[in-house]
């Protein structure tokens, strides 16, 4: 239990990527405390994000178009009724980002550029610099940050359970990053937001940092939040395979300029798997590459002809990787593999952000909203951290206070070894696990491997959990993603079942799981 007690006045955010910064930005005046593991900007996946912020603000286009291409692309399972209202509010929240300093690309009429993406029907994505939207924004949202009076700003604090009074979340347990063994701290708040990112780092290979991996999700779970779509993963084709972890990415807006993928002898192998070739959707170009490389092959992303020089200035991020790598993307191609990407499943919430558990909201990739289905449109994620940003922050505000508790022993921390010694995940059971969710849990899924998964991330807990409530969070998370893998038996977007490789019209609709459930699956085996 915790020595020490930070009562925040208002509200309490916990994690500072995008769906963080929004919120508590969102919420001013009204008071918050934002946790955040890393100093501000650093850590956080927001800020690597190549892509931009998808919004129908054209004149040909429409809030509905959006709305149905990302129905399509979701595959059958995303709910058509936040798909449109999360359209609707898209060119709200541009000029929100854009009153908050975002230097969105302009043409010389001083007209935001709108670029196209994969499976969008129309040119919608708002872009800086090309491949710089994820950082130029959250460079616009920390300035405004350190000048809002309202919000506090707490650096180099990693929450690992929240604090529950009588089923309402009260607040988190926290502890100072760098001393992980120290008693935790007990911040409590009228109300909490959950933003603590996705699951990357339970993959071996993945675009997100590594320390984003699904510490949001495993509390939350612990504490019997229902959670959705656990089972949908999404895989970037074009991360590049230059043996860096994370993984840098090569965005798809390279594809969307006329650069192709070929394999060793130059054959555009994606061809021979869908006759939009490198166009194709996101999960069947990623399977391409997946197949060819487990085959013995290799793919490469090649620029030269369609991009050429160009790739310097207009891809400057793409092209900074590519120089680390000892790779001149001006006259090389760019080897390229697979990499964990987006968790389109998560926390399940309301339309306005609320979780189960009473007192606590979700906020971007942490939660599911429903707009995803089982595989994200490009470009959609920013919208959607932005969007419930905003409606977050409107409903705290107009939720009757509560009374944040004073006294720890008030409240519950969810975990049994709450008397354990506390120490980081260890590095070698986090590496065992990243390897067996990319082994068993990837692009391509079977019965048997999803239950191999289950019973060793089950033996890694045994060992390790009780040391280690940082790694609890994250085998909580990966038998939550397994067991929902093992449930739906057939493929459908971004999960694959190689032994139910048709999509069933029958079960075109997401999936819930409690971590209850999902241990007496994992403990059935
Ligand atoms: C990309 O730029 O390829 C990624 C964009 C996204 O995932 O939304």
Redesign the pocket.
């Known amino acids: 239990m915790a020595d020490t007690i930070h009562n925040c006045n208002g509200a309490l955010i916990v994690g500072a990527g995008l769906a963080g910064l929004f919120t508590a930005l969102k919420l001013a005046p009204y008071p918050c405390v934002v946790l955040s593991p890393a100093p501000l900007g650093e850590g956080a996946s927001s800020a690597w994000?190549?892509?931009g912020v998808a919004a129908a603000i054209g004149d040909s286009d429409d809030p509905k178009f959006h709305a149905d291409d990302t129905m399509t692309a979701g595959a059958g399972t995303v709910d058509a009724e936040t798909a449109l209202s999360v359209t609707a509010d898209a060119a709200a929240r541009i000029d929100d980002l854009l009153t908050m300093g975002t230097p969105f690309d302009r043409d010389d009429a001083g007209q935001l550029v709108q670029s196209r993406e994969a499976a969008h029907s129309h040119n919608r994505v708002v872009r800086v610099s090309g491949d710089r939207a994820g950082r130029a924004i959250m460079d616009a949202l920390i300035a405004r940050v350190r000048q809002t009076p309202s919000i506090t700003v707490l650096e180099g604090y990693l929450a690992d359970d929240l604090g529950v009074s009588g089923g309402v979340v009260k607040g988190v347990f926290a502890r100072r990053v760098t001393d992980m063994t120290a008693e935790p701290i007990l911040f409590t708040a009228q109300a909490t937001v959950l933003a603590t990112g996705g699951i990357g780092g339970l993959y071996a290979v993945s675009t997100n940092p590594a320390k984003v991996r699904g510490q949001g999700l495993g509390m939350a779970a612990r504490a019997g939040a229902v959670i959705a779509d656990a089972e949908f993963v999404q895989f970037?084709p074009t991360g590049l395979a230059v043996d860096t972890d994370p993984c840098p990415?090569a965005?798809?807006?390279l594809r969307g300029e006329g650069a192709t993928l070929i394999d060793q002898d130059g054959h555009r192998f994606v061809f021979d798997d869908h006759p939009d070739g490198e166009l194709a959707p996101r999960d069947i170009v990623a399977r391409s590459i997946f197949r060819k490389i487990r085959d013995g092959g290799k793919a490469f992303l090649d620029t030269r002809a369609a991009i050429g020089a160009d790739i310097l200035h207009e891809f400057p991020t793409v092209s900074a990787y590519c120089t680390a790598a000892g790779i001149d993307p001006v006259t090389q191609t760019i080897p390229v593999q697979p990499a964990q990407?987006?968790h389109m499943g998560g926390i399940k919430v309301t339309s306005s952000g609320k979780s189960t558990l009473p007192g606590m909201w979700v906020c971007g990739e942490t939660s599911c909203t429903g707009l995803h289905g089982a595989n994200r449109l490009?470009?959609n994620?920013l919208l959607e951290a932005v969007v419930f940003g905003a409606r977050i922050a409107q409903d705290i505000r107009e939720t009757p206070s509560g009374t944040a508790p004073h006294d720890a022993q008030e409240l519950t921390s969810i975990t049994a070894s709450a008397e354990a010694q506390e120490k980081l995940a260890p590095a070698e059971a986090v590496s065992a696990l990243r390897d067996l969710m990319t082994t068993y849990v990837g692009l391509e899924r079977t019965e048997a491997g999803l239950e191999t998964a289950l019973r060793e991330i089950a033996v890694l807990e045994r060992d390790w959990a009780p040391i280690s409530r940082a790694f609890l969070n994250m085998s909580t998370a990966a038998t939550l993603i397994t067991a929902s893998a093992l449930k739906r038996q057939e493929s459908r977007g971004g999960h694959f079942r190689s032994d139910f490789p048709e999509t069933n019209p029958a079960m075109a609709m997401g999936s819930e799981i409690t971590l209850s459930e999902a241990l007496a699956i994992r403990d059935a085996l």
């Open positions: 994000a190549q892509g970037h990415l965005t798809e807006a990407h987006f490009a470009s994620s």
